[in-house]
């Protein structure tokens, strides 16, 4: 089974946009910010559910995103988001679920993380600056640990 | 159909921005309502680390069918990508993005959502093999993101030896200003009596040059070499290239050299694309030779010791007085506006005279590579706030004045269809009209309150009648 396949069986069911916090002091920073330390948490949870219709069981998977900002030489908090992604999807088997697969999971809800950051952050100090994406080095070698414990 | 695929690529995000909402009726949720993407997507220039600039424009209607829309929401992300040298792929790649697009949008809207107390639902996850699709039909419009040039092949690194120095040479941008198909009814190939197909063929070149000296020994070079073969086609292709190095070490044949070459090999092989992009049967060239090189490389120098020193040494105290221009979407409309109603008028209307039409805005003095490095550097603004010299910045206004005046004018009727295709609709029209007059009334306020007296400025041209 493709990373492609897969993607195209997964549901967005809801986005939780829980907290977008900018520091009050943030306009003191504007155009002092050379360098911004990212502090990132992330956590994926699985729940069975049972669809109400067709009793049909599916899965549900909440990935939690958290960015916390920093100026990098005065350390000083600057902001911080965070947001949770619902997806809903078929009964997986751990054999189907690969590291591209689980990145993409983790990938889209870190762009709402993004989108929404940037839509808040207009016209603050931090208006030019966008949260990035994630890669496979940011979870070191253990996607496949990270897998099993959920999948397996 | 399952696409598996292998791909090496990197990518920046570089803006994300909400440019426009719209609800346009009131509606509540029901079954039969959907959402529907829309993108508009451009590839524009390549940076000095070979990475492209790739702008989506992602927009999200929520209908009740395929003809109306309840509410519209449009976001803009610019990206920079690295392809990799694998291009084999891009359509793939661009897909990716695209739903990176959508996640972005998918956040604002639900932001929006609850700000204005909308009953929108969620946008949804697209299926990737939709987005593939769109990816594979999309059409990389030149609008209003970047008006009418295109973005070329891959930068370069070159050298060149002066004395015991070796200069190294990065070629940072080439495109095609200009491609005209002159098949044997072309006027042109009628007049020099080349009416056959098969018959005897006329090549001719041009050669311009335009340079930018910034802090330092930084240089930019620019070189529009021009190069048609009739009864086949015509081109013109800006390279640019930058350098780091004193000023006789630029304007020398051995460095002069190696840049000219380079660029009539870039305008060779464009050639060559565009042939095949229209349909063209044709695989020769007009290879550059030692003679040509040396003649323009010699032009150069002599044009530059001769003369543009000497006006860059006046020009001085306008390059330490730089007018500060800032991002905003007024702004960008009136800069890609402007470029593309004169890139019209100059370049690709053709129902415009544009030998007429150049040597007229020519006396202003909007010289075609002058007009070229300002269209460049104004592109720029989108990136954030760009700095122009006193010269450049009289030079916009000049051309702004010229696009007002067509606009206004029954020039604006001929402009019509490549504008609305540009995406440049009649309410952008409106407000280019509007917000462009304004601008160019504080500019003259501001000039005068300064005391200066720019003459191309106060006494206005009428453009309507000058241009044909």
């Known amino acids: ?152 | 159909m399952e696409t598996n695929k292998e791909i090496n690529f990197g990518y920046r995000k570089q803006k994300i921005k909400l440019l426009e909402w719209e609800v346009k009726f009131s509606f509540d949720q029901n079954s039969s309502m959907f959402w529907e993407p829309e993108f508009e997507i451009f590839m524009g220039d390549i940076d000095a680390n070979g990475h492209h600039e790739l702008t989506i424009d992602a927009i999200l209607y929520y209908r009740p069918d395929k003809d109306n829309y309840a509410f519209m929401i449009k976001t803009r992300n610019v990206f920079r990508v690295g392809f990799y040298n694998d291009y084999s792929n891009k359509n793939f790649i661009i897909s990716i993005l695209m739903d990176v697009a959508l996640a972005h949008t998918r956040a604002i809207c639900l932001d929006k959502n609850m700000e204005e107390k909308l009953p929108l639902p969620l946008i949804p996850n697209f299926k990737p093999s939709m987005l593939h699709r769109y990816a594979n039909i999309r059409l990389f419009t030149p609008s209003l993101i970047e008006c009418s040039y295109e973005r070329r092949h891959q930068s370069g690194k070159l050298n060149a030896i002066v004395g015991n120095m070796n200069i190294g040479i990065e070629e940072f941008r080439n495109y095609v200003i200009k491609f005209e198909p002159k098949p044997i009814t072309h006027p042109d190939s009628i007049i020099a009596g080349l009416t056959h197909k098969e018959g005897e063929m006329q090549g001719y070149a041009n050669f311009n040059y335009d340079y930018e000296h910034h802090e330092g020994d930084e240089w930019k070079m620019h070189i529009d070499y021009g190069m048609g073969i009739l009864p086949i086609a015509e081109i013109k292709v800006r390279s640019s290239f930058l350098l780091h190095c004193k000023e006789e070490e630029l304007f020398s044949i051995p460095v002069l050299s190696v840049i000219i070459e380079e660029a009539i090999i870039n305008c060779n092989e464009r050639f060559t694309e565009q042939c095949k992009v229209h349909n063209i049967e044709f695989d020769g060239s007009i290879p550059a030779n030692d003679e040509q090189l040396k003649m323009h490389s010699q032009h150069v120098i002599n044009q530059y010791f001769g003369s543009r020193k000497k006006d860059d040494i006046n020009n001085n105290k306008m390059k330490n007085d730089p007018q500060p221009m800032t991002f905003g979407e007024n702004t960008i409309l009136i800069t890609k506006g402007t470029f593309m109603i004169l890139d019209e008028i100059l370049f690709h209307n053709n129902a415009f005279d544009h030998k007429h039409n150049w040597e007229a805005v020519s006396e202003c003095p909007i010289i075609e590579p002058f007009y070229l490095t300002l269209k460049a550097n104004y592109m720029e603004i989108e990136k954030g706030e760009i700095q122009l010299t006193f010269f450049q910045t009289v030079l916009f206004y000049l051309c702004l004045d010229v696009a007002l005046q067509m606009m206004i004018s029954e020039h604006s009727d001929k402009l019509q269809a490549a504008l609305i295709k540009n995406n440049f609709v009649p309410e952008r029209q409106k407000e280019y009209i509007k917000f462009g007059n304004e601008f160019y009334k504080r500019l003259n306020k501001n000039l005068k309150d300064c005391g200066a007296t720019i003459t191309n400025l106060e006494a206005r041209r009428d453009w309507a009648s000058i241009i044909r």
Not at chain 1, 90 to 116: D, M, N, Q
């Open chain 1, 1 to 152: 089974m493709s990373v492609e396949s897969l993607k195209e069986q997964l549901k967005i069911v809801s986005i939780e946009l829980e907290e977008i916090i900018f520091s009050p002091e943030l306009e003191k920073f504007r155009g002092k910010i050379d360098k911004i330390s990212i502090g990132i948490s992330m956590d994926l949870e699985k729940n069975f559910e049972r669809d109400p219709v067709s009793h049909k069981r599916y899965e549900s998977l909440a990935v939690y995103i958290k960015f916390i900002l920093k100026d990098d030489v005065s350390k000083e908090f600057l902001a911080s988001i965070t947001a949770t992604t619902q997806y809903e999807i078929r009964i997986l088997k751990l054999s189907e679920v690969t590291p591209e697969f689980y990145l993409h999971l983790h990938t889209i809800a870190v762009e709402h993380c993004a989108g929404w950051f940037a839509y808040r952050a207009a016209g603050t100090a931090l208006e030019n600056y966008n949260l990035q994406h994630i890669g496979p080095e940011q979870f070191g070698n253990k996607v496949q640990e990270y897998i099993i414990n959920i999948w397996g």
